[in-house]
């Protein structure tokens, strides 16, 4: 593993050390740049990331690959319609030896956590996951354990398959900082990761550590200490209380939208190599941060109308600032 300083990293030192990351994880995940510098700028500002495609487009493989770069523990947990909260959380088990009772750790208990299909278990324990996440501790039988540090949860969702499933609904989609999405590869990037399997001669892949959990939360400090323009954090405001007042939204986004719009932005701007947060880094997370915090009303559910499509609309028609260092 990588040895890491103590010492919070500068942004320049920060910023190269996410472009190893990125460069790494790609050799697993073909040709979803932008969409992986989503997945770690959301880790980077702290929160948690909710994965929704269709089966069979690098979701685990994505997050695995992630969580070997980043150095962290992983664990997964398949989320099945007889999951219980105890299964994710642990529970006491009684020693016969020692007369006693023993508390065994669940899959809560890591650095990075891949809850695979989440919808597909009942909003009991999917509140159990939810409250670990906001939390970041747990209460079993009255006595509290706090979960390592950093711990992050990656959710995947199939969005085509709703048969026995659980939607989460918008107070809990409001937990995750951020939805992501990476849709079909190109014919070329399919070709590659076609060629790149043959190459390797078998399934798995393993990528080396680029830093570790100290090394992470040194990044995470590092990004706190960015400050940002008051003119784009007006923009962020007047992006999510649009969404508040447009008339084909029935529940727009709450300030936890427009707080997610300037973590994740001024996460992105330091991915990308900036000490400054421009309006253009707002307008590039706003479908990943904002999309799952907006619900259209009901009568237009057949018409075509999505809460992404309401979002693409108020970033051409919300005026953006012109800021200094544009």
């Known amino acids: 593993m990588t040895e890491q300083s103590t010492a919070i990293p500068t942004i320049a030192e920060t910023t190269q050390r996410a472009e190893q990351i990125l460069d790494s994880i790609e050799l697993a995940v073909v040709g979803k740049r932008r969409a992986l510098e989503l997945l770690l700028a959301t880790v980077l500002a702290g929160g948690h990331v909710l994965l929704e495609d269709n089966p069979g487009l690098g979701k685990t493989l994505a997050a695995r690959s992630l969580a070997q ?5 992983f664990a997964r947990a398949q989320f099945t319609p007889d999951l219980l909260p105890a299964d994710l959380t642990g529970s006491f088990i009684f020693d016969q030896r020692n ?19 989440i919808n597909r278990t009942p909003p009991k324990t999917q509140a159990a996951l939810l409250e670990a996440m906001q939390e970041r501790q747990i209460t079993v039988e009255g006595q509290t354990f706090h979960l390592p540090h950093p711990f992050h949860v990656i959710a995947t969702a199939n969005p085509v398959e709703y048969e026995g499933t659980y939607p989460l609904p918008e107070a809990q989609l409001d937990r995750f900082l951020a939805r992501v999405s990476f849709g079909y590869p190109t014919e070329e990037e399919e070709i590659d990761v076609l060629q790149r399997r043959m190459q ?12 570790d959990a100290a090394g992470l939360l040194g990044m995470q400090a590092a990004i706190e200490r960015l400050q940002v323009e008051d003119s784009v954090v007006d923009y962020c405001v007047r992006l999510a209380a649009a969404t508040r007042d447009h008339a084909q939204v029935l529940i727009g986004a709450s300030p936890r939208g427009s707080l997610a719009l300037l973590l994740v932005g001024r996460a992105l701007a330091v991915v990308r190599g900036r000490d400054f947060v421009t309006p253009e880094d707002i307008k590039t997370v706003a479908l990943a941060v904002l999309s799952h915090r907006v619900t259209i009303k009901p009568e237009l559910w057949m018409s075509g109308v999505t809460a992404s499509s309401v979002v693409r609309g108020l970033l051409g028609t919300v005026p953006a600032p012109a800021t200094a260092k544009d």
Do not use: H, Y
Request: without cysteine; aromatic residues 8%; negative net charge.
């Open 99 to 117: 007369a006693t009772f023993d508390f065994r750790k669940g899959p809560l208990f890591t650095g990075l956590l891949l809850a695979d299909e």
């Open 200 to 211: 390797r001669q078998q399934e798995d892949i393993s990528l080396n550590p680029v830093t």
């Open 69 to 73: 770069t980043l150095g962290l523990d």
